[in-house]
């Protein structure tokens, strides 16, 4: 199976402050279609998990554009400029590329 | 889009048990469903697919064990799960398509004697 490797755990920050967080994958997630399949979720507290970017860098339906994706092959990172109190929970990077689609760990966004 | 999952409970390591996920607010026959797991105070782990020809796969830890089936007259997707371990202790979340658009509010399922 594909590991994804989430990097810091976790992140304390101010409302307002930007933030980064990383994902590295085991194998290059580019697919024979020359598609990357990497995508973002966040879990608020106590929620289920929303998707917030697909394929690398495309915002899902109502994400705000405070939150970019970047990256290639093995290597990938989610920003959030100017981080809100909604923002706060635990971020997901996920891979379908290959089977099975596997998770990294969650990096927890908290405040400061 | 609205998924909501019923049917989760306690129950004793080795019995059965069904899930449902009731679908609305979108053409249920259309898309792909997947079903995913999370271990309290874990992360997410990916169970099992069922495309919208009711083609399917399912992770290694649950085949032969757990079959994901749907209905699409009743726009319900299911998870039936037998032989259950207490390593299947989890909420357990539908979702819809590939990747994982839209979630359900999830149902916990505790294997225990």
């Known amino acids: 199976d594909v590991v994804m490797t989430q990097t810091p755990p976790s992140l304390s920050v101010a409302i307002g402050q930007s933030v980064s967080i990383s994902c590295k994958s085991s194998?290059?997630?580019?697919?024979?279609?020359?598609?990357?399949?990497l995508h973002w979720l966040l879990q608020s507290p106590g929620r289920s998990p929303k998707r917030l970017i697909y394929?690398?860098?495309n915002l899902g339906s109502g994400v705000p554009d405070r939150f970019s994706g970047t990256g290639s092959q093995k290597d990938f990172t989610l920003k959030i400029s100017r981080v809100e109190a909604e923002d706060l929970g635990v971020y997901y990077c996920?891979?379908?590329?290959?089977?099975?689609?596997?998770f990294g760990a969650g990096t927890k966004l908290e405040l400061k | 889009v609205q998924l909501v999952e019923s049917g989760g409970g306690l129950v004793q390591p080795g019995k059965s048990l069904k899930l449902s996920c009731s679908a609305s607010?979108?053409?249920?026959?259309?898309?792909?469903m997947h079903w995913i797991r999370q271990a309290p105070g874990k992360g997410l782990d990916w169970v099992a697919y069922?495309?919208?020809?009711?083609?399917?796969v399912y992770a290694d830890a649950v085949k032969g064990r757990f079959t994901i089936s749907r209905d699409n007259a009743k726009n319900t997707l299911y998870l039936q799960l037998n032989s259950l371990k207490s390593e299947d202790t989890a909420i357990y979340y539908c979702?819809?398509?590939?990747?994982?658009?839209?979630w359900g509010q999830g149902v916990m399922v505790t294997v225990s004697s």
């Open positions: 979702a819809r398509n590939w990747p994982f658009d839209y």
């Open positions: 607010g979108f053409t249920f026959s259309s898309y792909g």
């Open positions: 069922i495309s919208s020809s009711s083609g399917t």
């Open positions: 194998q290059s997630l580019v697919y024979s279609d020359g598609k990357t399949y």
């Open positions: 394929q690398v860098s």
């Open positions: 996920a891979q379908t590329t290959h089977f099975p689609p596997t």
